[in-house]
């Protein structure tokens, strides 16, 4: 083992007393799995031939056939166990503690939902196994369909994307399709200065030129500033509800009110409807598109950054557009309709993330119409406890209810040196995850925290009881959070190398 | 509440903190009339034990294919999955975090995804690999964009033995550009993309995206086609739906191919229904800047160690918006860990064994199938795992009689295209033994005569 590197002065003795729960962890080395290669070994072999062997070379021209593997491992399962069990505790995730990292909601992922997802019956589907051997499958999606209308107040979902961006993408189509339909395309989009990075991408993706407008001092969007510049060339305007800041867009009815008078649509990126179930519905308040994330707000595990599932509902007048095929009912009877004339296509091979669906349909069954509802509720009570009783330690751009997420800032640090990138990275040493960082764009310097519902009153103490520490810190003892984090495997990374000199995968070392 | 800790003392307790008697007086920002009445209509909340008895009672309606033989291929392949994948891969610590944005506490997974980037271009032959992308059709999409952005050209050249499904994904992804997507007919004799054929389509192309093994499971003269389409300036895109093939077939990268993308869905993934499965996407070296999706580099800490993170993220929506690679940014991390788990445990040797079992697997039932009076090899090219017959009359009611057997036969190509209504898709991998290929032999001869 290589000699660890020095505690770098921090202070485990006053972290220890505060009963956080730090991150002086086991932390094995372990080798790239290509430097434990030893010839000869296979880690899981496959069955014995019960058929002749082919000979490759006598049914598959030479000049199709490979010489070698290359740099492929190898290695005995042993090797692999204990390769990915370390790779593994060198790794945070919402099992280890609060991932508060805002917009991402990171909520408990149920196990039960695992169990379930795994059961042959849902696992060991072919996709093209015929619909009369597949009538659980369907069944399960046209109910989530169902609950998933009923949440958003919609008329009609698709279950296909794979995740929020590609709903993104599903219902921007959908909304350019309708108005090409007509004779009459748009080629504009109006995105706030608040929303995620992947609506702007989605509408360029999907043809449209964005029109950028800006939230007001409050921090949310206003239906005078959405006047200006909605037109008649303008195909509608994305909207994320509650926004990133975690406001409630309060002038939504309004927004879409312009919006509709225009013959245009109003968007809704519902990657935040944690804050909502139950409490508002967004076709309600006058949206006709908005994509969900399941892998947010329906529990399903985020995977270290995926698979997600992220479903677009509609309301009727875009509903013949949805991509092939939809699910059918008819008597007892699911089936698939592949018979779309005005569908947008398809965004990916088969169905969907069907696995993903299975355990959001769990969690809604779990959940009920009134769980649901108290997640919400729960969502919003934590991050404006943590609100609260951080404000005033740090700075709080705006101060009124959020949400289910507050964004702070380093203002009150900044003086001493101190940034928001330090703040996050001395967390991890009190064995937080940090919050998302430097987003909004409109927070300079943003601390984005959202705690999600399934946290214990005894976890938010002890996290802002972490914060509050280290804003003492960043006033005393600065250089704890520059060399922050001391604890972990490895220290602060060097990102800037990793773009300057790329190194993006192994190489064998030539021969001598 | 199910999985939501807190007691009505603690509710009250916060509320009281901050300053509210409600919750209704956190939500003064939600205007009055906007909110919903009464409790959203959906089915009362189960217990845990209620929840799983009605899910296994729901998993039940369904068939699955253990409970019959399958001969489905057609980009969803079945192959055993070691139990160390599913094993570590359940590690919560692997599956319970989200992207590394934070890579002192991510190092786990940032590590996988660097051997899994690594797997990817020495099973390809290609230079870079990212980190996912969501499924195999979408990561064909992915770079047909690329390469018109390279090419700065339009024109996108799909060939007619690409899955359906890919191409379908191709086109709904590329309406928001416009623009020429043209699909290539194939030779009707060899069941593949005919180089000779495509020289005049391939004038003024960005790209020409091919199959192999295609759609019917023939292998495409790669070499030959990235001659016609580099001649005339543009790249060739080579997708793998089947990654098994590559133990044994040459990687596209030696092959004249700029972009190897495709699914790998048969490394480490189940069949699910459909999904979620694993785009890949490997490239060569000088396009790195115009790649899409998450890339994981190697570098150091400030004591030195070595550590990785993600990087080019100046390619990403998150920074540059609109003028991004692309859209992406949850990808398939957890199904490329499941890929990389399932690939190390077979390593060199395993890969080659299974990729030579799967070619004898198919070669022995291709050779009893073409034994039946009656049924014909559709095409003459060179197969791996997969291959079509045709059979005298429409397959439906042969399939229809093996359905009854337990048998699925494959896939009725007319579904796809019309002209092939007498042809079937059947794949054999080493799932299927050879008891389970003699009866589908001897049950296929009696449902045709």
Known sequence: MKPRRKGQGIDLEKIKKMKANGTKGLHLDEALIFERSCEGRIGVAPSRFDVPACDAEKSIPRKYLRDDMGGFPEVAEIDVVRHYTRLSQWNFGVDSGLYPLGSCTMKYNPKINEEIAALPGFSRLHPYQGEELSQGALELMFQLEEYLCEITGMDAVTLQPSAGAQGELCGLLMMAAFFKDRGKPRTKIIIPDTAHGTNPASSHLAGFKVVPVKSEGRGALTANAVKDVMDADTAGVMLTNPNTLGLFEADIKEIADVVHKKGGFLYCDGANMNALMGIVRLGDLGVDVVQLNLHKTFSTPHGGGGPGSGPVAVRKTLEPYLPVPRVRKRGKKYSFDFKRPRSIGRLKAFYGNFAIMVRAYSYIRRMGPEGLKRAAEAAILNANYIKERLKGTFDLPFDRPCMHECVFSDKVQQPNGVSTMDIAKRLIDYGYHPPTVYFPLVVPGAIMIEPTETETLETLDRFIEAMKNIADEARNAPELLKNAPANTRVGRVDETKAAREPVLRWKAKPPL | ?449
């Open chain 2, 1 to 449: 509440m199910p999985y939501i800790p807190h007691t009505e003392k603690d509710f009250e307790k916060i509320l009281a903190s901050v300053g509210a008697s409600s919750i209704d007086d956190l939500l003064k920002g939600v205007p009055e009339g906007l909110r919903l009445r009464g409790l959203l209509g959906l089915p009362e909340g189960l217990s845990e034990q209620e929840l799983a008895s009605a899910l296994k009672r729901l998993g039940r309606r369904n068939s699955t294919v253990d409970e019959y033989s399958s001969f489905l291929g057609a980009g969803a392949y079945n192959h055993y999955i070691p139990s160390a994948v599913r094993s570590l891969a359940s590690r919560s610590e692997f599956f319970t975090a989200y992207t590394p944005y934070q890579p002192e506490i991510s190092q786990g997974t940032l590590q996988a995804i660097f051997e899994y980037q690594t797997l990817v271009c020495e099973l390809t032959g290609m230079d870079v690999a990212n980190a996912s992308l969501y499924d195999g059709a979408s990561a064909a999409a992915e770079a047909a964009l690329m390469a018109r952005r390279i090419t700065g050209r339009d024109k996108v050249l799909l060939s007619g033995v690409l899955h359906p499904e890919y191409r379908e994904t191709v086109k709904t992804y590329l309406r928001g550009s416009g623009g020429d997507v043209r699909e290539l007919p194939f030779g009707t004799e060899s069941g593949t993309t005919i180089p000779d054929a495509i020289s005049v389509e391939s004038r003024g192309a960005a790209c020409l995206v091919v199959q192999h093994p295609n759609f019917f499971g023939c292998l495409e003269d790669l070499e030959a086609l990235a001659g016609v389409i580099h001649a005339n300036g543009g790249l060739l895109i080579a997708v793998v739906t089947e990654p098994v093939s590559l133990g044994l077939l040459k990687p596209p990268g030696e092959s004249g191919c700029d972009i190897a993308v495709g699914e790998m869905q048969s490394f480490g993934n189940a069949l699910n229904f459909g999904g979620p499965y694993l785009g890949f996407m490997a490239i060569k070296n000088e396009f790195v800047r115009q790649m899409p999706g998450r890339l994981v580099g190697q570098t150091s800490d400030r004591s030195g160690n070595r550590a990785f993170c993600l990087t080019f993220a100046t390619r990403e929506q998150h920074i540059r918006r609109e003028k991004a690679t692309s859209n992406i940014c949850t990808n398939h991390g957890l199904c490329a860990l499941m890929a990389a788990i399932h690939m190390v445990s077979l390593g060199k040797g395993g890969l080659m064994s299974l990729s030579r079992l799967n070619l004898s697997k198919a070669a022995y039932l291709r050779e009893r199938l073409l034994a039946i009076d009656g049924v014909r090899a559709a095409f003459d090219a060179p197969v791996f795992n997969e291959f079509a017959i045709t059979l005298g009359s429409g397959p439906q009611p042969a399939l229809r009689k093996l359905l009854r057997k337990g048998i699925i036969g494959g896939l009725a190509l007319e579904r796809f295209y019309a002209a092939l209504d007498r042809h079937i898709l059947v794949c054999a991998t080493e799932m299927n033994s050879r008891e389970e290929m003699d009866f589908f032999a001897d049950e296929f001869a009696k449902a045709v005569s």
